[in-house]
């Protein structure tokens, strides 16, 4: 009785997360393009036809959670291995022993947690039972298979990507977690829809964070004198003050780094982005994640200033993406010390800005007739093409055909800078824009190509 008791206290104590983890594919939610009815995963689990398979997405998407419904819907022994605790040795007897399960008919299911973080030697122990059929292995990671899994183990896998959540399935999880026994069912508490929305919302696709918010606002709420318990914005908004790190090797300070990282090549500083760059490599990143953000950083922060930017940086990803580390580090250092000492023109960037801004913010404009394309009766008909001029048909190779709609007449994107390259682009587009006011109305050769 005594034993039954601790049992249920720490049913009771545990966090909300574990306590709501499904147990069936029926109370599983989301990831319906694998499980869902008729889906490939969902059958092979429910007739129990597994074979080795490769979970990837980020965290808090089911995919542990998956793995522990394929156990107990298997008719296979299961194992449960983890990276930091288990050395060659266990991987040893464990297959020794899937090896005579193997010989009387037995299998087994060997589940590896983050298994990116099993070295090659652990993953090359695996490979010969996985290839004899000793074991049907089942890993889960966060980090590019491709990358951090043997090739020869990856190809005897089937990978199946799990996407992060819908912020309708967090909802669902959310309002499950409210009226369960298992959650919160047996409580009165009171939280408004729009502040549930809000936690699905911070969740960002990640149904731990989204469960883990939510218990920590009960657990500060406070109680009325009905008995009811009430979670106020207020406390919401303290439990919601730091978003879940969706990409996260070594916590907060991956987020801090890059930061640094991009700042100090915005500032010209190439000492500095050579040293938050390695900073990063030396906490175990992955260089070609840093390579990307180069490309990126090569047109939001250089773009038409040198225009050789962006080609460079795609050279050091590929650079990376052959080499791997640590002989890619060069060529990452290559490309911050280079964008660093780059002309800087953001641009490209506030130019992206204020055309999504307008295409949200108003209606959604009709391409003009004259720019339309006129390919059948009908649309010659309907004045398709009418007025097109044909540019290379034009002594100075322009027109002043109007080609945004007649809403956005006048509006100006992309407002070129003096820096670097980027000067001559100015006087050449002010020299276009002069020219097209300056010009006369008629002036311009029609010459009805498309």
Same mark, same amino acid.
């Given at each position: 009785?005594?034993?039954?008791?601790?049992?249920?206290?720490?049913?009771?104590?545990?966090?909300?997360?574990?306590?709501?983890?499904?147990?069936?594919?029926?109370?599983?939610?989301?990831?319906?393009?694998?499980?869902?009815?008729?889906?490939?995963?969902?059958?092979?689990?429910?007739?129990?036809?597994?074979?080795?398979?490769?979970?990837?997405? #980020?965290?808090?998407?089911?995919?542990?959670?998956?793995?522990?419904?394929?156990?107990?819907?298997?008719?296979?022994?299961?194992?449960?291995?983890?990276?930091?605790?288990?050395?060659?040795?266990?991987?040893?007897?464990?297959?020794?022993?899937?090896?005579?399960?193997?010989?009387?008919?037995?299998?087994?299911?060997?589940?590896?947690?983050?298994?990116?973080?099993?070295?090659?030697?652990?993953?090359?122990?695996?490979? #010969?039972?996985?290839?004899?059929?000793?074991?049907?292995?089942?890993?889960?990671?966060?980090?590019?298979?491709?990358?951090?899994?043997? &090739?020869?183990?990856?190809?005897?896998?089937?990978?199946?990507?799990?996407?992060?959540?819908?912020?309708?399935?967090?909802?669902?999880?959310?309002?499950?977690?409210?009226? &369960?026994?298992?959650?919160? !069912?047996?409580?009165?508490?009171?939280?408004?829809?729009? =502040?549930?929305?809000?936690?699905?919302?911070?969740?960002?696709?990640?149904?731990?964070?989204?469960?883990?918010?939510?218990?920590?606002?009960?657990?500060?709420?406070?109680?009325?004198?009905?008995?009811?318990?009430?979670?106020?914005?207020?406390?919401?908004?303290? +439990?919601?003050?730091?978003?879940?790190?969706?990409?996260?090797?070594?916590?907060?300070?991956?987020?801090?780094?890059?930061?640094?990282?991009?700042?100090?090549?915005?500032?010209? =500083? %190439?000492?500095?982005?050579?040293?938050?760059?390695?900073?990063?490599?030396?906490?175990?990143?992955?260089?070609?994640?840093?390579?990307?953000?180069?490309?990126?950083?090569? @047109?939001?922060?250089?773009?038409?200033?040198?225009?050789?930017?962006?080609?460079?940086?795609? @050279?050091?990803?590929?650079?990376?993406?052959?080499?791997?580390?640590?002989? +890619?580090?060069?060529?990452?250092?290559?490309?911050?010390?280079?964008? @660093?000492?780059? %002309?800087? &023109?953001?641009?490209?960037?506030?130019?992206?800005?204020?055309?999504?801004?307008?295409?949200?913010?108003?209606?959604?404009?009709?391409?003009?007739?004259?720019?339309?394309?006129?390919?059948?009766?009908?649309?010659?008909?309907?004045?398709?093409?009418?007025?097109?001029?044909?540019?290379?048909?034009?002594?100075?190779?322009?027109?002043?055909?109007? +080609?945004? #709609?007649?809403?956005?007449? !006048?509006?100006?994107?992309?407002?070129?800078?003096?820096? !670097?390259?980027?000067?001559?682009?100015?006087?050449?587009?002010?020299?276009?824009? +002069?020219?097209?006011?300056?010009?006369?109305? !008629?002036?311009?050769?029609?010459?009805?190509?498309?």
């Amino acid at each position: 009785m005594e034993q039954l008791s601790l049992f249920d206290d720490r049913e009771r104590t545990a966090p909300l997360a574990s306590r709501l983890r499904p147990e069936s594919l029926d109370e599983y939610v989301g990831q319906k393009h694998l499980v869902g009815p008729g889906k490939i995963l969902r059958q092979l689990i429910e007739r129990d036809q597994i074979s080795s398979m490769i979970f990837w997405g #980020p965290p808090g998407v089911g995919k542990t959670t998956l793995a522990r419904i394929i156990a107990r819907q298997t008719r296979a022994e299961f194992v449960e291995f983890s990276a930091v605790t288990s050395g060659i040795k266990e991987v040893k007897e464990v297959m020794a022993q899937a090896e005579q399960n193997r010989r009387l008919g037995i299998r087994t299911l060997l589940f590896a947690d983050e298994i990116h973080r099993f070295n090659k030697a652990q993953q090359d122990a695996f490979l #010969p039972y996985v290839e004899k059929g000793s074991i049907i292995l089942v890993g889960a990671t966060t980090e590019n298979p491709s990358f951090e899994i043997n &090739s020869a183990l990856l190809s005897r896998c089937k990978v199946f990507i799990l996407k992060a959540l819908e912020e309708s399935d967090l909802l669902e999880l959310l309002h499950h977690a409210l009226s &369960s026994s298992k959650g919160y !069912g047996t409580m009165k508490i009171s939280i408004g829809e729009e =502040d549930l929305g809000a936690i699905a919302r911070f969740a960002n696709g990640d149904a731990r964070t989204a469960l883990n918010t939510l218990e920590m606002a009960v657990l500060n709420g406070r109680m009325d004198e009905n008995a009811v318990l009430c979670v106020d914005k207020e406390i919401l908004s303290q +439990c919601m003050n730091r978003r879940s790190l969706l990409y996260d090797k070594n916590g907060e300070e991956h987020y801090n780094l890059i930061s640094a990282l991009h700042k100090s090549m915005r500032n010209s =500083d %190439p000492d500095a982005a050579v040293y938050w760059m390695y900073r990063m490599l030396d906490g175990g990143e992955d260089p070609l994640y840093i390579a990307r953000r180069l490309i990126r950083f090569a @047109s939001e922060d250089v773009g038409m200033a040198d225009s050789n930017a962006l080609p460079l940086a795609v @050279s050091v990803y590929q650079a990376c993406h052959f080499l791997g580390m640590p002989e +890619c580090d060069v060529h990452l250092a290559h490309a911050a010390v280079y964008l @660093s000492m780059a %002309p800087k &023109s953001n641009a490209l960037y506030t130019a992206c800005l204020d055309c999504k801004k307008d295409i949200r913010e108003k209606p959604g404009a009709p391409v003009p007739l004259q720019i339309r394309n006129a390919p059948t009766q009908l649309m010659q008909d309907l004045h398709y093409g009418e007025g097109y001029i044909y540019a290379h048909d034009t002594k100075e190779k322009l027109s002043r055909m109007k +080609c945004l #709609p007649e809403e956005l007449a !006048g509006r100006r994107y992309y407002q070129p800078t003096e820096e !670097g390259e980027e000067a001559a682009v100015k006087r050449r587009l002010e020299e276009i824009l +002069c020219w097209k006011e300056e010009t006369p109305d !008629g002036a311009d050769q029609d010459g009805g190509k498309e």
